[in-house]
T-cell receptor, first 114, second 115 residues
Framework: QQQVKQSPQSLIVQKGGISIINCAYE??????FPWYQQFPGKGPALLIA?????SEKKEGRFTISFNKSAKQFSLHIMDSQPGDSATYFC?????????????FGKGTKLTVNP | DTGVSQDPRHKITKRGQNVTFRCDPI?????LYWYRQTLGQGPEFLTY????????KSRLLSDRFSAERPKGSFSTLEIQRTEQGDSAMYLC?????????????FGSGTRLTVV
């Protein structure tokens, strides 16, 4: 059972455009939602994260929008650049029960054309 | 480089052989995690350590897999009697405390190919 569903699988955007990646989760106990960026041959790197007490978090060109009632969250990349071309993963976790398990989506391969 | 270090970066092995991977976390991080990532998928949690204690194991971690962190510093992940389905990127991550509060820092992984 996939607990975090991510879409689209791939995305092509022109330089300067907005990239939007969506995720939906099932487990209402999840209360930490990070986004990771992964370049080929590298491990995932934390980009930005949100907790459900806020509906939006912005860091530079990256914004997370969170909708608790819909159990959805999304990543917006403003003014997308070719250097943003990478695979992006949403993830979720809860610390209930002492678990440290981070559940990832399947990833979105973003290509930003110059 | 003060990041999470994994060795080797690549490993090709024949089916049925045993393999061992090493992870060196960021020095002050007391929590260490192992994940597995197959092609086109997100990482999947395998296990984690707080200091030398292994506190959580996924059902993905079959009897052929064993992980250790003997002195609370580096960790090893061993796969016995490898199968072609074990081919994947094995990622190690570390955290200063709970990743829930401090976030996780991932290494670049060990890519295992079983032929």
């Amino acid at each position: 059972q996939q607990q975090v569903k991510q879409s689209p699988q791939s995305l092509i955007v022109q330089k300067g455009g907005i990239s939007i990646i969506n995720c939906a989760y099932e487990n209402t106990a999840f209360d930490y939602f990070p986004w990771y960026q992964q370049f080929p041959g590298k491990g995932p790197a934390l980009l930005i994260a949100i907790r459900p007490d806020v509906s939006e978090k912005k860091e530079g060109r990256f914004t997370i929008s969170f909708n608790k009632s819909a159990k959805q969250f999304s990543l917006h990349i403003m003014d997308s650049q070719p250097g943003d071309s990478a695979t992006y993963f949403c993830a979720a976790m809860t610390i209930q029960g002492g678990s440290e398990k981070l559940v990832f989506g399947k990833g979105t391969k973003l290509t930003v054309n110059p | 480089d003060t990041g999470v270090s994994q060795d080797p970066r690549h490993k090709i092995t024949k089916r049925g052989q045993n393999v061992t991977f090493r992870c060196d976390p960021i020095s002050e991080h007391n929590r260490l995690y192992w994940y597995r990532q197959t092609l086109g998928q997100g990482p999947e949690f395998l296990t984690y350590f707080q200091n030398e204690a292994q506190l959580e194991k996924s059902r993905l971690l079959s009897d052929r897999f064993s992980a250790e962190r003997p002195k609370g510093s580096f960790s090893t992940l061993e796969i016995q009697r490898t199968e072609q389905g074990d081919s994947a990127m094995y990622l190690c991550a570390s955290s200063l405390g709970s990743g829930y509060h401090y976030g996780y820092t991932f290494g670049s992984g060990t890519r295992l190919t079983v032929v």
